[in-house]
T-cell receptor, first 113, second 113 residues
């Protein structure tokens, strides 16, 4: 099946550092999404991107929809301990009037206080 | 409270014993979906439904069945479970369309012996 290439797979960072992760795909997506999953819970949407080149912020989070519509990145500034979790990118793929979601493999973030 | 519920939350079963994982949402969402999450593979969509009586295969539908007889419910059926279906399963729902957030359930951890 299809999957997005997400990197890095995991990262350990110090509190206060900035974090960057990205996703690439061979497919063109109409919508890019970034989710966070806390331990023992389902993913929660952080940022949604709808236009190629779009740059969107949500507090300390910033994400961009690549101009080719095949990639996206997520930045977290000044990380704090509660940023720990797994971050997933996802693309929404429309075909024949329906759509499905393709997720990345995840980036596991650990923040050291 | 707006939510997606799944039952059971944990299940240990044996190969070949039919099981059903229920999913229900109280938000009047048309779009519902099942995912499985495996280490290193992220989330992969199993089946999705755009509305009542409309279901489509995701990326990994083999060995699973779904039904959508009512808008609020979207059960996942494993007719003859096998050990490779041991996984963490999530149900999600949203309004139809690119601009609508998916809400995830709390997950069902299934072990097939």
């Amino acid at each position: 099946g299809q999957q997005l290439n997400q990197s890095p797979q995991s990262m350990f960072i110090q509190e206060g550092e900035d974090v960057s992760m990205n996703c690439t795909s061979s497919s063109i997506f109409n919508t890019w999404l970034w989710y966070k999953q806390d331990p023992g819970e389902g993913p929660v949407l952080l940022i949604a991107l709808y236009k190629a080149g779009e740059l969107t912020s949500n507090g300390r989070l910033t994400a961009q929809f690549g101009i080719t519509r095949k990639d996206s990145f997520l930045n977290i500034s000044a990380s704090i301990p509660s940023d720990v979790g797994i971050y997933f990118c996802a693309g929404q793929l429309w075909t024949s009037g329906t759509y499905k979601y393709i997720f990345g493999t995840g980036t596991r973030l650990k923040v050291l206080a | 409270e707006a939510q997606v519920t799944q039952n059971p939350r944990y299940l240990i079963t044996v190969t070949g014993k039919k099981l059903t994982v229920t999913c229900s949402q109280n938000m009047n969402h048309e779009y519902m979906s099942w995912y499985r999450q495996d280490p290193g593979l992220g989330l992969r969509q199993i089946y999705y439904s755009m509305n009542v009586e409309v279901t489509d295969k995701g990326d990994v539908p083999e060995g699973y069945k779904v039904s959508r007889k009512e808008k609020r419910n979207f059960p996942l059926i494993l007719e003859s479970p096998s050990p490779n279906q041991t996984s963490l399963y999530f149900c999600a729902s949203s309004l139809v369309g690119a601009y609508n957030e998916q809400f995830f359930g709390p997950g069902t951890r299934l072990t097939v012996l």
